[in-house]
């Protein structure tokens, strides 16, 4: 049924503009090769309260905010059977919040040790900004520990035009929230023509959620988890094995594509801006 004088809205047109917004996470994609720092920082954290928990299940719920991180893993049954074991009780809110505090005053620590940018990074950013492309980011991080990590890394030549940390939004990934502020913050034209690079799966999925293109960072970042000389170190056949499980976990999570790095995503940029030419839905 069509209402007698109702307005008519313009039809709709795809965005066939260039890309004019990347909004990049910090560990794992633009510092921190293998996304070092939260992991140590977690479990030094639980090792604090006498409960000693693996890399890999510090590493599960990477992405999101930092005091979700711990109650995700204390709803791991190992890690909560260990708790109980070693506790004699359940964890509760108070067990969270002494371990979030544990945790920020590694961290502030952590992050300042593996803060060393990821090769390419700045090579990648400063030819996005010579295309006119706004550079924006997002963090798990909270307020208080990027007070710490920002300063260093702007010493060492990163300075994102805007920064939005978990802090600053109601909700963290994987929900919209952050690259929404970016992308506001930055004037872009249109959702579709903004870039989210991010290694972890609740990330991309955010970027999703927003109406971007979304990039999966896989070897640099939590999904291989390894240190740049640790990662150097491997046969290429030992590097491939351990990067087809990150890349299928980041497509599930909804990425268009995957890197290996940071290093490898000008031409990533080129595809996106073809397909938005001919008028391509994300």
């Known amino acids: 049924m069509t209402l007698k004088n109702a307005p008519q809205s313009p039809s709709y047109q795809p965005y066939r503009g260039p890309v004019t917004t990347a909004i990049f996470d910090w560990a794992g994609t633009i510092i921190d090769f293998g996304c070092i720092a939260p992991v140590e920082a977690f479990r030094k954290a639980f090792a604090q309260r006498e409960v000693e928990i693996t890399d890999a299940e510090a590493r599960l719920p990477m992405g999101v905010a930092k005091r979700e991180h711990i109650e995700r893993i204390l709803e791991i049954p190992e890690v909560q059977a260990r708790w109980r074991a070693r506790t004699g009780a359940p964890s509760n809110d108070d067990d969270v919040a002494v371990l979030y505090r544990a945790f920020l005053e590694i961290d502030r620590v952590s992050v300042g040790r593996y803060s060393d940018l990821i090769p390419g990074a700045l090579e990648t950013i400063a030819a996005l ?65 903004c870039v989210v690079v991010d290694d972890s799966p609740s990330g991309l999925a955010s970027a999703r959620a927003a109406g971007m293109w979304a ?45 290996d790095s940071i290093a490898e995503l000008l031409p990533v940029i080129d595809a996106i801006e073809i397909r938005l030419t001919k008028g391509d839905a994300l």
């Open 129 to 193: 900004r010579a295309r006119g492309v706004a550079i924006g980011s997002t963090t798990g991080y909270p307020r208080e520990v990027m007070t710490t990590l920002r300063p260093v890394v702007e010493a060492r030549g990163y300075q994102p035009d805007h920064v939005c940390t978990v802090s600053d939004v109601a909700r963290g990934r994987p929900w919209p929230d952050m690259v929404l502020v970016n992308a506001l913050a930055l004037g872009a034209p249109d959702m579709r023509g």
């Open 215 to 259: 990039v999966g960072v896989t070897a640099s970042g939590n999904e291989v988890g390894l240190s740049l000389a640790d990662w150097a170190a491997l046969t290429p056949e030992a590097q491939a094995a351990r990067l087809v499980p990150g890349r299928r976990r980041q497509l599930d999570a909804g990425a268009h594509y995957t890197i």
